[in-house]
């Protein structure tokens, strides 16, 4: 199948969410597609590192579930009717069949191998997921792969660390998450520092590039380690990497 161009899946999104709109559903971009369109200034960097987009992912509410299908037949999309079965619901998939492009929707969270909570957050941005749920999508992946670093550095060269959501990726809001659970503190401090390890790697970036995300990575992970930590995190602390801290995962990356 010949790649599909950046632009359709620009008017993919935009077909989208007008029809979303008509019906009153609310759902906001996620994955490689929400940080191409949050970073119009170093969008050049994914381009240069090759990130191609394969397919678009959405979240929503469960209070929508029963309208989605009803956009996305309208948009003339096909359900997966086999994963439909498979996860009861809580994620749809739907196919173009024109050019190939599939459309994950997930309801409420997600749920890889950390699960990330969108019931108070999913209408902080539009028409993406707020930046700090970008980067917790990515940084919960245990298995951490090219695209979700270069993701990740995109992400972070466009965006300044804070406490706010505002154009802003929040690390206060990171830190108050990963404070009650250990296992998600370790996967996500874990992956932060590979990202950080790996900016050497990258022939796309230059020397300012480099410091500028080595910064920022710096201070998250000072904003995540200055919180206080709860007793259950205490607790499980104690206990490490000797026991699984994640839930296995068999699905396609974001």
Known sequence: ?????????????????????????????????????????????????????????????????????????????????????????????????????????????????????FGKRLMLDYPTIPLADILLEKMQIVELNEKDIIDTVVLLREHEIGETDKETVNAGYIANLLSGDWGFYYTVVTNLNKVKNRLSKHGALTDVDRLNIEKKINKALEIIENKPKSLKWKLRAKVGTKQKWYKEIGEVRL
């Open 1 to 117: 199948m010949p790649e599909i161009p950046y632009s359709s899946f620009l008017e993919k999104i935009d077909e989208i969410l007008k029809v979303a709109k008509k019906y009153g559903i609310e759902m906001r971009l996620m994955g490689a597609a929400a940080v191409k369109l949050h970073c119009p200034e170093f969008l050049y960097i994914h381009d240069r590192m090759e990130r191609k987009l394969s397919d678009l992912d959405f979240m929503s509410l469960s209070k929508y579930r029963k309208a989605m299908k009803t956009l996305f037949k309208e948009l003339n999309y096909a359900i997966d009717q086999s994963l439909l079965y498979l996860t009861g619901g809580k994620r749809y998939i739907f196919y173009d069949s024109v050019e190939g492009i599939h459309v994950d929707v997930f309801f409420d969270r997600l749920e890889m191998c950390h699960t990330v909570d």
